[in-house]
T-cell receptor
Framework: SQQGEEDPQALSIQEGENATMNCSYK?????LQWYRQNSGRGLVHLIL?????REKHSGRLRVTLDTSKKSSSLLITASRAADTASYFC???????????FGKGTSLLVTP | DTGVSQNPRHKITKRGQNVTFRCDPI?????LYWYRQTLGQGPEFLTY????????KSRLLSDRFSAERPKGSFSTLEIQRTEQGDSAMYLC????????????FGEGSWLTVV
């Protein structure tokens, strides 16, 4: 089952701009992760934020988590054309091993 | 660490044929997962192994789908009597015992059923 839902479904920006993607989920979680997928390729793990954390940074990435609203956001600062990809949020499940992915946000960064 | 390897990367098969995909996880990762991804969707969990034990298989899509990991190393996913609706990318992933939450995906195996 797909618990996470990303918003927007598609986002087009110019190089240098910031990109913000949102994820909403339905049930309580232990952690939430963001993955990136280039067209036709596998997924690459970007960042994990635990339920007791509110914000986390990794390079140009900033992730926030609001467990009261069951939502998370991924901010990519100073975007580059190479950031063009689909971005997925994933939440853990009660089983502890299956990740539930949303449908993703397709990001296009134009030079 | 050579990453998760999947073969073949692409497979075109006729409806009704059987197909098998192989996954070689990152060495020493004892957890292995199979996911399926269709166009415009996120990955959908199929099954999970810890070492050679298949601990979750109820989310395999039908009894035409089966997976094995006989020696706790590589794994195979077999689809019998393929249908056009099976066309998708099949992703394998692995993770260590700790931290287990971060899983590492392979590049996927694309299946097209014609």
């Amino acid at each position: 089952s797909q618990q996470g839902e990303e918003d927007p479904q598609a986002l087009s920006i110019q190089e240098g701009e910031n990109a913000t993607m949102n994820c909403s989920y339905k049930t309580s979680i232990n952690n939430l992760q963001w993955y990136r997928q280039n067209s036709g390729r596998g997924l690459v793990h970007l960042i994990l934020i635990r339920s007791n954390e509110r914000e986390k940074h990794s390079g140009r990435l900033r992730v926030t988590l609001d467990t009261s609203k069951k939502s998370s956001s991924l901010l990519i600062t100073a975007s580059r054309a190479a950031d063009t990809a689909s971005y997925f949020c994933a939440t853990d499940s009660n089983s502890g091993y299956a990740l539930n992915f949303g449908k993703g946000t397709s990001l296009l960064v134009t030079p | 660490d050579t990453g998760v390897s999947q073969n073949p990367r692409h497979k075109i098969t006729k409806r009704g044929q059987n197909v098998t995909f192989r996954c070689d996880p990152i060495s020493e990762h004892n957890r292995l997962y199979w996911y399926r991804q269709t166009l415009g969707q996120g990955p959908e969990f199929l099954t999970y192994f810890q070492n050679e034990a298949q601990l979750e298989k109820s989310r395999l899509l039908s009894d035409r789908f089966s997976a094995e990991r006989p020696k706790g190393s590589f794994s195979t996913l077999e689809i019998q009597r393929t249908e056009q609706g099976d066309s998708a990318m099949y992703l394998c992933a692995s993770s260590p015992t700790f931290p287990r939450n971060t899983i590492y995906f392979g590049e996927g195996s694309w299946l097209t059923v014609v």
